[in-house]
T-cell receptor, first 112, second 113 residues
C-alpha cells in the first residue's frame, strides 16, 4: 500500500468554480500536512500547510485534515485560470531529517 | 525560506553517458534531498545527502548509479550514471528548513535517447 494516495485527475473546471482536491494516507504518525503547487517546468512550491487535524484558510484556499479518517483536502474557491497547475499533497513527521511523502499530484485546469 | 539554484534545467543525453546535476542553496543546511519525478508518479526520494558523510539511499537506488557529492553545507551534486531511456525524468533537489518547509529547486528535465 502506498503511503499517500491522490487522484491524478486531470481535473478541468470553469473559472469561478470551487475545486476540491483530496489525498488519503496510511501512516497515522504523520503530523504535518502540506499542499504544493507545481507549474509546468517548475519545481513544487509550498502552498499551504497544517499541523495535525483541523482547517486552515488562506485567501481562496482552505486546507482540511481529518486524522481519524486519514484524509486531507484542499479547497479552492473562485478558481482562476492562474490556478491551473498540478497540486501535490505531502505529509511527514516532525524533524528536518525526515523525508516527506508525496501524492502523485492532481492536474488542474481552470477554463476562462 | 531557502532559495535553491539547480542546473542544468534540462538536457538530452545519449544512452550510456552520465550527467551531473548541481544544486546550490543560499543558506547552510544540514541535509539535502534528491527526488525523481516521473510522469504520473509521485515524487520519489532517491537519497539524502548529509555533509561530511556518505549519502543515504532509498530502496531501489544505489550509489553506483546515482553517486552524490556534498562537499559543503550549501552545495550538492547528483550524477545519473550509464544512462538509459528509463532514466528520463525530472530530478529535483530540495531542503527541509522547518517541519513543514520543503523548498525545491526548479528541477532538471532529463531525456535519454
Amino acid at each position: 500500500q502506498k503511503e499517500v494516495e491522490q487522484d491524478p485527475g486531470p481535473l478541468s473546471v470553469p473559472e469561478g468554480a470551487i475545486v476540491s482536491l483530496n489525498c488519503t494516507y496510511s501512516n497515522s504518525a504523520f503530523q504535518y500536512f502540506m499542499w504544493y503547487r507545481q507549474y509546468s517546468r517548475k519545481g513544487p512550491e509550498l502552498l499551504m500547510y497544517t499541523y495535525s487535524s483541523g482547517n486552515k484558510e488562506d485567501g481562496r484556499f482552505t486546507a482540511q485534515v481529518d486524522k481519524s479518517s486519514k484524509y486531507i483536502s484542499l479547497f479552492i474557491r473562485d478558481s482562476q485560470p492562474s490556478d491551473s497547475a498540478t497540486y501535490l499533497c505531502a505529509m511527514g513527521r516532525s524533524g528536518t531529517g525526515n523525508q516527506f511523502y508525496f501524492g502523485t499530484g492532481t492536474s488542474l485546469t481552470v477554463i476562462p | 525560506s531557502a532559495v535553491i539554484s539547480q542546473k542544468p534545467s534540462r538536457d538530452i543525453c545519449q544512452r550510456g553517458t552520465s550527467l551531473t546535476i548541481q544544486c546550490q542553496v543560499d543558506s547552510q543546511v544540514t541535509m539535502m534531498f534528491w527526488y525523481r519525478q516521473q510522469p504520473g508518479q509521485s515524487l520519489t526520494l532517491i537519497a539524502t545527502a548529509n555533509q561530511g558523510s556518505e549519502a543515504t539511499y532509498e530502496s531501489g537506488f544505489v550509489i553506483d548509479k546515482f553517486p552524490i557529492s556534498r562537499p559543503n553545507l550549501t552545495f550538492s551534486t547528483l550524477t545519473v550514471s550509464n544512462m538509459s531511456p528509463e532514466d528520463s525524468s525530472i530530478y529535483l533537489c530540495s531542503v527541509r528548513v522547518s517541519d513543514y518547509g520543503y523548498t525545491f529547486g526548479s528541477g532538471t528535465r532529463l531525456t535519454v535517447v
